[in-house]
T-cell receptor, first 114, second 116 residues
Framework: LAKTTQPISMDSYEGQEVNITCSHN???????ITWYQQFPSQGPRFIIQ???TKVTNEVASLFIPADRKSSTLSLPRVSLSDTAVYYC???????????????FGQGTILTVHP | EAGVTQSPTHLIKTRGQQATLRCSPI?????VYWYQQALGLGLQFLLW???????NRGNFPPRFSGRQFPNYSSELNVNALELEDSALYLC???????????????FGPGTRLTVL
């Protein structure tokens, strides 16, 4: 079971780039890394997922080094509305007959200031 | 496309009672996941159902149980409620596990369970 560790909180200002790192030393070969965003009183929302190297979509980038023991979520030019809790998730992508537990990190509270 | 729906929105019970929470996945999704989010804590994985079968279970006592129906909707049952069961219970769904290499989960708004 891959345990994840994230910073408890981070502060930033509007327009800055924010990088949140998640450590997952015991990641398994077939585990994917997924990041979710959660606003108060709402369910989490998928941001990005990757397996190795770099993945980019319209809202974020995900950097995964070769050893895959960590990953970094990068949010370009954050705004006040990006204030939320960000969760790192490591788990088996159910593409075969083996399934693993899905584990969220403790979450990082990102606060964006004006 | 309708999202994941959960009912009820709020549920108040007393210690020792049973609670039943319901979840309807997005149309076409066959996997349903249940999570517990206690106040000030992160999401704790509870259960994972796929094609009507329990695929995985988190570190919770047996009084937490559930099932998935033929239409892929799901129920979470919590027996012998304890005060510490008070939490937001979130349901998520994903596409068939053999359909895509990605396992993106779409979450519902949650059921707030309060145990008095």
């Amino acid at each position: 079971l891959a345990k994840t560790t994230q910073p408890i909180s981070m502060d930033s200002y509007e327009g800055q780039e924010v990088n949140i790192t998640c450590s997952h030393n015991n990641i398994a070969t077939n585990d994917y890394i997924t990041w979710y965003q959660q606003f108060p009183s709402q369910g989490p929302r998928f941001i990005i997922q990757g397996y190795k190297t770099k993945v980019t979509n319209e809202v974020a980038s995900l950097f995964i080094p070769a050893d895959r023991k960590s990953s970094t979520l990068s949010l370009p030019r954050v705004s006040l509305s990006d204030t939320a809790v960000y969760y790192c998730l490591v788990g088996v992508n159910a593409g075969g007959t083996s399934y693993g537990k899905l584990t969220f990190g403790q979450g990082t509270i990102l606060t964006v200031h004006p | 496309e309708a999202g994941v729906t959960q009912s009820p929105t709020h549920l108040i019970k007393t210690r020792g009672q049973q609670a039943t929470l319901r979840c309807s996945p997005i149309s076409g999704h066959t996997s349903v996941y249940w999570y517990q989010q206690a106040l000030g804590l992160g999401l704790q994985f509870l259960l994972w159902y796929d094609e009507g079968e329990e695929r995985n279970r988190g570190n919770f006592p047996p009084r937490f149980s559930g099932r998935q129906f033929p239409n892929y909707s799901s129920e979470l049952n919590v027996n012998a409620l304890e005060l510490e069961d008070s939490a937001l219970y979130l349901c998520a769904s994903s596409r068939p596990t053999s359909f895509s290499s990605y396992n993106e989960q779409f979450f519902g708004p949650g059921t707030r369970l309060t145990v008095l």
